[in-house]
Nanobody
Framework: VQLQASGGGLVQAGDSLRLSCAAS????????TGWFRQAPGKEREFVSA???????VYSDSVKGRFTMSRDAAKNTMYLQMNSLKPDDTAVYFC???????????????????WGQGTQVTVSS
């Protein structure tokens, strides 16, 4: 399984960005797909996930501002980020897992496959 994340950049507070993550080696309908982020000096934290049954879960810090989606035909997941804040500054990682359960979705240690990360920097 390989994941390739892209779309990060430097934006101002209030701006929008869309991250993409192209996957190979598995099909999305048989896997959980997720986004995490890691700020300097902090632990990797959950952002959002889509379950095998296509339920979307968000962290409280991004709910209402970020939207996760995925295109099964392209085997690509997306993270639309609106109303960005300086606190959103981090390296964003995409992840997939075939055997996850919903209660573990927010734990980065539970996910098997990771992309390389893409930097998002939000200036004030």
């Amino acid at each position: 399984v390989q994941l390739q994340a892209s779309g990060g950049g430097l934006v101002q507070a209030g701006d929008s960005l869309r991250l993409s993550c192209a996957a190979s080696g598995l099909t999305f309908r048989n896997a959980y797909t997720g986004w995490f982020r890691q700020a300097p000096g902090k632990e990797r934290e959950f952002v959002s996930a889509i379950t095998k049954s296509a339920t979307t879960v968000y962290s409280d810090s991004v709910k209402g501002r970020f939207t996760m989606s995925r295109d099964a035909a392209k085997n690509t997941m997306y993270l639309q980020m609106n109303s960005l804040k300086p606190d959103d500054t981090a390296v964003y990682f995409c992840a997939v897992d075939r055997t996850l359960i919903l209660s573990s979705v927010r734990d980065p240690k539970a996910w098997d496959y990771w992309g390389q990360g893409t930097q998002v920097t939000v200036s004030s």
